[in-house]
């Protein structure tokens, strides 16, 4: 379904996996990610680390069964007791872990607008570099619709039918909700991070490495 839905979603993949990597410092803290669902990034990251047990992995997720998921896929990779998969909202809590790097892949945009500040200073305070990957919004009225339009276009492409793309679009309404690259890049200076570079881009979607 990711890949059906997410532009050039093996490109963002490897190069989240590749800026991880090479962040990565087990002095330093765990690798974070902050809203992990299945563990697909922290899998990835793990893969190219050839699972040393010298690093530590941490994955945050807020619903049961992807939780679930994340803890079973893990429990049956060798080594895995440097994983930790914990349960927790990230608009009440956040992991307790110096962190190397933090990983936050489609996660910001589902938290509530007047959490995401808090949880963005809580990434830059716990260390290390924040890679970010959002949908976004255009700049304007005009640029979000050309966008939006392209990205449809993708998807219809990719097998998708349009009552279901109108199905997804409305399961989405009020839950998902995007802000413009702009807007992310400024909760990323305001939380402290002083080295914000965009990464990837592809129409309304982007991703941030950002480094104390």
């Not at 690093?55 to 992807?66: D, H, K, L, Q, T």
């Not at 190397?100 to 830059?124: C, G, K, N």
Request: overall charge positive.
């Amino acid at each position: 379904m990711l890949a059906r839905s997410i532009p050039q979603y093996d490109v963002m993949r490897d190069a989240v996996t590749a800026l991880a990597v090479r962040y990565a410092d087990p002095r330093r803290g765990a690798i974070v990610d902050l809203g992990c669902s299945r563990g697909e990034a922290l899998y990835r990251v793990m893969s190219r680390l050839a699972f040393a047990r010298r690093y530590r992995y941490v994955g945050v997720e807020a619903s049961i069964p992807m939780f679930r998921a994340a803890r079973q896929r893990f429990a049956g990779v060798s080594r895995a007791d440097n994983v930790d998969v914990l349960n927790l909202d990230l608009r009440t809590d956040y992991p307790a872990h110096p962190a190397s790097v933090t990983m936050a892949i489609l996660t910001l945009q589902f938290i509530p607008i007047e959490h995401r500040q808090r949880v963005v200073r809580r990434a830059y305070e716990a260390g290390g570099a924040f890679i970010v990957v959002e949908k976004v919004l255009g700049s304007t009225a005009e640029l979000d619709e050309t966008m939006v339009d392209e990205y449809l276009k993708l998807k219809a492409r990719n097998g998708y039918g349009r009552e279901e793309i109108e199905r997804k679009k409305m399961s989405l309404e009020g839950v998902l909700v995007p802000v413009t690259a702009r807007w992310n890049e400024e909760m990323l200076r305001a939380a402290g991070f002083n080295q914000i570079e965009c990464f990837w881009r592809w129409m309304n979607f982007a991703g941030w490495v950002a480094v104390k």
